[in-house]
C-alpha cells in the first residue's frame, strides 16, 4: 500500500522544482513570457497539493475552498502559457471565465456542506482544462509532429486521472466527505500527475530550444535587409555534383549600382535591392530558390527546366523591375538590371562551375550593353534542352528541304 502523504510530498516537490527550473530559464530569456506564466502556474499547482494535505488533517471549509481554487488556477496558467507559447493571448480571457466558474460553484458547494460534489466539480473543471491544454499544442503539431503527440497524449492520461477521481466518487455517491477524499484512483492521480508534471516540464522546454535553433540557423541563412536566402544558405543547399539538365542558374547584378548609392544615398539603395528582391519573389515558381549572393548580386536556381522558360523568366524579371519607380529625395528612381544564365549537365556539374558559367554569362550582358539576358553560349549540347533541341530540329529540316529543292532544281536543268 502506497503512502499517501509521501504521494502528495513528491507531487508537491516535482511541481515545486520544475517552477523553479522554468523561472531560471525565464531569468535568462526575459522574451519568453510563456516560461513565467508556465512557473507560476506549477506553483500554484503545488500550492494546491499542500492545501489538500493540509485537508487531509483539518477538514476546514475554507481550506477544502482554497485547495479547489488553486487546482484550476494552476492548469489555467498552464494553458495561458501554451497559448503565449504559439502567440494566442485570447485565450486569457476565455480561460478566466472557466476559472471563475469553477471557483464560485465549488466555493459554494464547500460552505452549504457538500464537500464531495465540491471535488466532482473541481476535477471535471481540472480534465477539461488540462485537454484544452492539450488540444492547444496538438493545433500546432506541424511544427514538431513528433513531441507534439507525446504531450497530447500525456495532458490526456493527467485529464483522465483527474476524470476518474470525480468518477469514483460519482458512482460511490460521495456527496458529503467530511475529510478529503482517499482511494485507488486519487493514488493513481497523484502517480501520473508527478509523471506527467516532469515530462510536460521537459518537453516545452525541448521544443523551445528546437525553435530557438531553427531560428538561429534561418536568421543564419537569411539575407536581413532583403529576405531572400544568401550565399551560405546556396552552398548548403546543393552539394558537390548537383546540377543536373533539370536544373539551371540565373545570375543578377543591378545596372550602375554604385553610381544610385552616390547620386541618390544608401538608402534609396537599400530600397532598390528590397525592391529587385520583392520582384524575384513575384515572378518564383514553386520549388525554384532565390539568393542574394552579396552586394547588389543575386541568384536564381530554376528547379525545372522547361523549354525556353528560364530564359522567359529572367526577361520577365528584368521588364518587371525596369518598370519599378522608386522615389527618393532628389526625383523617382528607375532601374536596369543584367542577367547570365547557365544550365546544368547531363555530367552534372558543381555549384562553382555553374555560378563561374552564369558570371561569365553576366559579364557579356554587361558588355553588350546591360539590362538584357545572355545564356552560357558554350552550352551547346543537343540533348541539353527541349528547346535547344527543338531548334537544332528546325534548322536541320530547313537545311534538309533546302538540299532537296537544289536537287530537284539540279536535276530539272539537266533533263531540259
Same mark, same amino acid.
Given at each position: 500500500m502506497l503512502d499517501y502523504q509521501s504521494l502528495l510530498l513528491a507531487a508537491a516537490l516535482s511541481?515545486?522544482?520544475?517552477s523553479i527550473t522554468m523561472l531560471v530559464i525565464w531569468?535568462?530569456?526575459?522574451?519568453?513570457h510563456y516560461f513565467l506564466t508556465a512557473a507560476v502556474g506549477l506553483i500554484v499547482v503545488a500550492a494546491h497539493v499542500i492545501a489538500f494535505w493540509r485537508y487531509t488533517n483539518d477538514p476546514q471549509p475554507w481550506i477544502g475552498a482554497l485547495l479547489m481554487a488553486l487546482l484550476p488556477s494552476g492548469f489555467a496558467l498552464v494553458l495561458v502559457a501554451a497559448g503565449q507559447f504559439?502567440?494566442?493571448?485570447?485565450?486569457?480571457?476565455?480561460?478566466?471565465?472557466? !476559472?471563475?466558474?469553477? =471557483?464560485?460553484?465549488?466555493?459554494?458547494?464547500?460552505?452549504?456542506g457538500l464537500d464531495g460534489a465540491a471535488f466532482m466539480v473541481e476535477y471535471a473543471f481540472a480534465s477539461?482544462?488540462?485537454?484544452?491544454?492539450?488540444?492547444?499544442?496538438?493545433?500546432?503539431?506541424?511544427?514538431?509532429?513528433?513531441?507534439?503527440?507525446?504531450?497530447?497524449?500525456?495532458?490526456?492520461?493527467?485529464?483522465?486521472s483527474f476524470a476518474l477521481c470525480g468518477l469514483v466518487l460519482l458512482f460511490n455517491g460521495s456527496w458529503v466527505l467530511g475529510k478529503a477524499p482517499d482511494n485507488w484512483a486519487e493514488r493513481v492521480n497523484i502517480i501520473v500527475s508527478v509523471a506527467c508534471l516532469t515530462a510536460l516540464g521537459a518537453l516545452p522546454m525541448t521544443m523551445h530550444?528546437?525553435?530557438?535553433?531553427?531560428?538561429?540557423?534561418?536568421?543564419?541563412?537569411?539575407d536581413p535587409l532583403t529576405g531572400l536566402q544568401n550565399r551560405r544558405a546556396l552552398v548548403d543547399g546543393y552539394p558537390d555534383k548537383a546540377f543536373g539538365e533539370e536544373l539551371a542558374v540565373v545570375m543578377f547584378d543591378l545596372d550602375h549600382f554604385?553610381?544610385?548609392n552616390d547620386v541618390y544615398g544608401h538608402s534609396a539603395g537599400d530600397e532598390v535591392l528590397k525592391r529587385f528582391a520583392d520582384v524575384i519573389r513575384a515572378n518564383l515558381r514553386a520549388g525554384d530558390s532565390a539568393f542574394r549572393l552579396g552586394g547588389e548580386e543575386f541568384a536564381l536556381v530554376i528547379a525545372r527546366v522547361e523549354g525556353n522558360y528560364v530564359e522567359a523568366a529572367a526577361r520577365n524579371i528584368l521588364a518587371d523591375f525596369a518598370g519599378q519607380e522608386i522615389h527618393t529625395q532628389i526625383g523617382v528612381l528607375r532601374c536596369t538590371v543584367s542577367a547570365g544564365v547557365a544550365f546544368g549537365s547531363m555530367k552534372k556539374a558543381t555549384l562553382t562551375e555553374m555560378?563561374?558559367?552564369?558570371?561569365?554569362?553576366?559579364?557579356?550582358?554587361?558588355?553588350?550593353?546591360?539590362?538584357? !539576358?545572355? =545564356?552560357?553560349g558554350w552550352i551547346t549540347e543537343s540533348t541539353r534542352r527541349p528547346a535547344l533541341r527543338a531548334r537544332a530540329f528546325h534548322w536541320t529540316f530547313?537545311?534538309?528541304?533546302?538540299?532537296?529543292?537544289?536537287?530537284?532544281?539540279?536535276?530539272?536543268?539537266?533533263?531540259?
Amino acid at each position: 500500500m502506497l503512502d499517501y502523504q509521501s504521494l502528495l510530498l513528491a507531487a508537491a516537490l516535482s511541481g515545486t522544482c520544475l517552477s523553479i527550473t522554468m523561472l531560471v530559464i525565464w531569468s535568462a530569456m526575459r522574451q519568453s513570457h510563456y516560461f513565467l506564466t508556465a512557473a507560476v502556474g506549477l506553483i500554484v499547482v503545488a500550492a494546491h497539493v499542500i492545501a489538500f494535505w493540509r485537508y487531509t488533517n483539518d477538514p476546514q471549509p475554507w481550506i477544502g475552498a482554497l485547495l479547489m481554487a488553486l487546482l484550476p488556477s494552476g492548469f489555467a496558467l498552464v494553458l495561458v502559457a501554451a497559448g503565449q507559447f504559439y502567440g494566442h493571448i485570447h485565450i486569457a480571457r476565455k480561460v478566466l471565465a472557466v !476559472v471563475a466558474a469553477s =471557483v464560485l460553484s465549488t466555493t459554494f458547494l464547500m460552505m452549504v456542506g457538500l464537500d464531495g460534489a465540491a471535488f466532482m466539480v473541481e476535477y471535471a473543471f481540472a480534465s477539461a482544462l488540462l485537454v484544452w491544454v492539450g488540444w492547444v499544442f496538438w493545433q500546432a503539431r506541424e511544427e514538431f509532429p513528433a513531441l507534439i503527440t507525446l504531450m497530447t497524449v500525456l495532458f490526456a492520461i493527467c485529464a483522465v486521472s483527474f476524470a476518474l477521481c470525480g468518477l469514483v466518487l460519482l458512482f460511490n455517491g460521495s456527496w458529503v466527505l467530511g475529510k478529503a477524499p482517499d482511494n485507488w484512483a486519487e493514488r493513481v492521480n497523484i502517480i501520473v500527475s508527478v509523471a506527467c508534471l516532469t515530462a510536460l516540464g521537459a518537453l516545452p522546454m525541448t521544443m523551445h530550444n528546437l525553435r530557438m535553433a531553427a531560428r538561429h540557423r534561418n536568421e543564419a541563412l537569411t539575407d536581413p535587409l532583403t529576405g531572400l536566402q544568401n550565399r551560405r544558405a546556396l552552398v548548403d543547399g546543393y552539394p558537390d555534383k548537383a546540377f543536373g539538365e533539370e536544373l539551371a542558374v540565373v545570375m543578377f547584378d543591378l545596372d550602375h549600382f554604385k553610381n544610385t548609392n552616390d547620386v541618390y544615398g544608401h538608402s534609396a539603395g537599400d530600397e532598390v535591392l528590397k525592391r529587385f528582391a520583392d520582384v524575384i519573389r513575384a515572378n518564383l515558381r514553386a520549388g525554384d530558390s532565390a539568393f542574394r549572393l552579396g552586394g547588389e548580386e543575386f541568384a536564381l536556381v530554376i528547379a525545372r527546366v522547361e523549354g525556353n522558360y528560364v530564359e522567359a523568366a529572367a526577361r520577365n524579371i528584368l521588364a518587371d523591375f525596369a518598370g519599378q519607380e522608386i522615389h527618393t529625395q532628389i526625383g523617382v528612381l528607375r532601374c536596369t538590371v543584367s542577367a547570365g544564365v547557365a544550365f546544368g549537365s547531363m555530367k552534372k556539374a558543381t555549384l562553382t562551375e555553374m555560378l563561374t558559367r552564369a558570371d561569365r554569362a553576366l559579364y557579356q550582358a554587361k558588355r553588350a550593353g546591360r539590362n538584357r !539576358v545572355v =545564356v552560357d553560349g558554350w552550352i551547346t549540347e543537343s540533348t541539353r534542352r527541349p528547346a535547344l533541341r527543338a531548334r537544332a530540329f528546325h534548322w536541320t529540316f530547313q537545311l534538309f528541304v533546302f538540299t532537296q529543292f537544289r536537287t530537284q532544281k539540279r536535276q530539272a536543268l539537266l533533263l531540259d
